[in-house]
């Protein structure tokens, strides 16, 4: 395998685990316009359990300078923090919302794994534009108050997502390191949608 195709790679062996993240009752109540402003701040506390402990760690890691990746673009606990708060959370309550611990996240210790990570959070930023525009239908909310998460790079989503796809392929280079991304990819998709349903 080359890094010329680790993009296709992860798209086609991570499909599985993405297809069933999205089948959670939350993205279906949202897609069928029946979710309530209640679940879906439970929704976004859900993500925020997941995320929270996960950036924290990130941003510790010794190669993350080299990585070429803004923490303060990248990084999407702030903006589910905000979120929160304009739904009515108090900063004590966001401190309270229960967080994986590491048994119940994916390895990111490595550069590999990292990326295999943030191609789950990443992509998702995609799908995210469709969320803004179902939620801002039928909810209280726009997207600057309640659907900052979702809608996290707005206009620049495509453009985001080109120059993370763009520092993924030139770090990733040996099979060995092809294998993790695409392991940790998966592990993200299959972790996230245990911890959602749970």
Known sequence: ????????RLKTETAHYHRQVEQNPYAKAIMDSTITIEQYRAYLEKFYGFLKPLEDQAVTLPFWAETGLDI???GKAGLLEQDLMNLGASEEHIKQIPRCNEKELPDITTPAGLFGYLYVIEGSTN???IMTKRLSQFLPIEADHGLQYFNAYGTETRTRWSEFMQLLQQSIHTPEEQDITVFTASETFRLLDRWINT
């Open 1 to 8: 395998m080359t890094s010329l195709n680790i993009m296709e």
């Open 72 to 74: 303060g673009i990248r």
């Open 127 to 129: 799908g995210g534009q």
